[in-house]
C-alpha cells in the first residue's frame, strides 16, 4: 500500500451490492498500469526526521493534505495552503452545472464538551450541510491551471461528482485534467445533498453502481485516481475492494457520518437551524477519529491481504487535530491524512503543528521516515476468539512459572532467592 504506479483501465465482472459478504472477483482488463508506473522513493537519511513521502509517483513535502471542503474552495485559499506548506491540496468537489448547487445558511453546527447547547466547552463535534462547490466550473478550471502554473512542484488534486451519466463524468475528467492538476479524488461519499441525482453517497453506497462509474472514470482518466469512501454502510470494504478492481489507485477514508448534531431545548428546534428547519448532514471533528480508524483498519487490512501491489494507496482522513493523531493513520497504513475541519477551526497555520508534533513522534521511536513505521500497528489487529486463546495461553505460562522448580536438579546460586520466591504461596 505504499506510493502508487498511475495506471487504470475497463473492468470485467458483474454487478454486486454493497455489504454481501462474497464478492465476484474483477478482473481489470489492462491492470493498474495503463497509467504511467512510478515508485516510492527512499527518504533521504538525515539529522531530522525526513516527512516526506510519494504517493503514486506524486512527490509531497509532508502527508498532510487539505481535504476537499472548504479551505479548497478557490484560488485564494488554495494559495494560502501550499504557502503555509501543505503537502497536496484538494480543491473543493466540482460538477459540470454548478447552477443546480444552491447552499443554505447557517449550514454549520458544533458540538461542545459538556451539556447539549452549552456556549462553553471544547468542540469535539461539526455538523456541516454544505453541498458541493457553487462556483461555475469555468472558473474553478480557470484557478486550477493558475495555481499549477505558480505552484509547478506542488501537488493539487481535483475532486469531482457528477450524476449518473458517462459522457458527463468524462467530459468533467477531460476538462479537469486538461489544467494540469495531479491527480482526481472521486467523491463517492458526500453525505446528504442530490442522491436523487445518482450522487456522492448514493454511488458509494450501490457496489454495482460504483462499479460501472468507476469504470466509465478508469477508462478516460490518465492520471492517478483515489475514490473517496463513504462511512454510511455496514461494510466499507465492500466499495473500496470495487473502486480498486475498477482501476482506482488509491483509496480515500473517510467522509462525514450522517448525523443530527442536537435540538435546541429553548427553541426546540433542530440545528443547524435554517428558517426554524434543518436536515440530517456530515459528521466530523475529533469525535469522528476512532470510527474514522476503524474504517481505515478494515480497508488496510482488506488491501494488505487482497491488494498488495505496494503502487496502491491510502489517504486517511477523520478528526485529524493533531500530529499524533495523523501518526495514528498512518501506523494503520496510511500512506497520507488529510485535514478540513481542523483547518476550518484552526487555520491554515495547523500544518506547521502537525508537522512539528508528528516528528517528534518519529524522533522518540528512532523512525526516519514516514515509511518506516507506516502499517506499524496493523498486525496487531485480531478476532476476540484470538484475544481470549493468547490471553488464556498467557494465564498457562504466568501460572506454570509460579508453580516453581520442576526438580532439585533446577536450583541455581545465583538465583537462589527469586527461585525460592516462585514457591510461595502468599
Not at 247 to 252: F, H, L, R, S, V
Request: aromatic share 6%.
Amino acid at each position: 500500500m505504499a506510493g502508487m504506479g498511475l495506471n487504470v483501465q475497463k473492468i470485467n465482472g458483474g454487478t454486486r451490492t454493497c455489504g454481501v459478504a462474497s464478492v465476484t472477483k474483477i478482473t481489470p482488463a489492462f491492470g493498474h498500469g495503463r497509467r504511467k508506473a512510478l515508485t516510492i522513493r527512499a527518504s533521504q537519511s538525515n539529522s531530522e526526521p525526513d516527512l516526506s513521502v510519494t504517493v503514486n509517483g506524486l512527490q509531497l513535502p509532508n502527508p498532510f493534505v487539505i481535504g476537499s471542503g472548504p479551505p479548497g474552495t478557490n484560488y485564494t485559499v488554495m494559495k494560502r495552503a501550499f504557502d503555509e506548506g501543505w503537502g497536496a491540496v484538494i480543491a473543493k468537489t466540482v460538477s459540470l452545472d454548478s447552477s443546480k448547487v444552491i447552499n443554505v445558511t447557517p449550514r454549520y453546527a458544533r458540538l461542545r464538551a459538556g451539556s447539549n447547547g452549552s456556549a462553553k466547552g471544547e468542540v469535539i463535534g461539526w455538523e456541516n450541510i454544505e453541498l458541493i462547490s457553487d462556483r461555475p466550473l469555468e472558473i474553478m478550471l480557470k484557478e486550477f491551471k493558475q495555481l499549477k502554473k505558480e505552484y509547478p512542484d506542488r501537488i493539487l488534486i481535483a475532486s469531482i461528482m457528477e450524476e449518473y451519466n458517462k459522457a458527463a463524468w468524462q467530459e468533467l475528467i477531460e476538462r479537469v485534467e486538461e489544467t494540469g492538476v495531479d491527480a482526481i479524488e472521486i467523491n463517492f461519499s458526500c453525505p446528504h445533498g442530490m442522491p436523487e441525482r445518482k450522487m456522492g453517497a448514493a454511488v458509494g453506497q450501490d457496489c454495482g453502481l460504483l462499479e460501472e462509474v468507476s469504470g466509465w472514470i478508469n477508462e478516460k482518466a490518465t492520471v492517478p485516481v483515489w475514490a473517496k469512501m463513504t462511512p454510511n454502510i455496514t461494510d466499507i470494504t465492500e466499495p473500496s475492494r470495487v473502486a480498486l478492481r475498477s482501476g482506482c489507485e488509491g483509496i480515500a477514508a473517510i467522509n462525514t457520518i450522517m448525523s443530527v448534531m442536537g435540538i435546541n431545548l429553548d427553541t426546540l428546534r433542530p440545528e443547524p437551524c435554517v428558517e426554524g428547519y434543518s436536515t440530517p448532514g456530515g459528521y466530523s471533528s475529533k469525535a469522528v477519529h476512532p470510527i474514522a480508524l476503524a474504517k481505515v483498519m478494515s480497508i488496510a487490512q482488506m488491501m494488505k491481504n487482497e491488494f498488495p501491489d505496494p503502487t496502491l494507496s491510502l489517504s486517511g482522513i477523520g478528526g485529524v487535530e493533531t500530529g499524533n493523531h495523523a501518526a495514528e493513520f498512518i501506523l494503520l497504513g496510511s500512506n497520507t491524512v488529510q485535514v478540513c475541519t481542523g483547518v476550518m477551526m484552526h487555520g491554515y497555520g495547523l500544518v506547521k503543528k502537525l508537522c512539528s508534533e508528528l516528528k517528534d513522534f518519529m524522533a522518540k521511536h528512532n523512525f526516519s521516515s514516514v515509511e518506516d513505521f507506516r502499517g506499524a500497528s496493523l498486525g496487531y489487529f485480531t478476532t476476540h476468539t484470538e484475544l481470549v486463546r493468547r490471553q488464556q495461553e498467557a494465564i498457562r505460562q504466568r501460572n506454570a512459572i509460579r508453580k516453581g522448580l520442576a526438580s532439585d536438579k533446577d536450583w541455581t546460586g545465583d538465583g537462589f532467592v527469586k527461585e525460592t520466591e516462585t514457591m510461595v504461596s502468599n
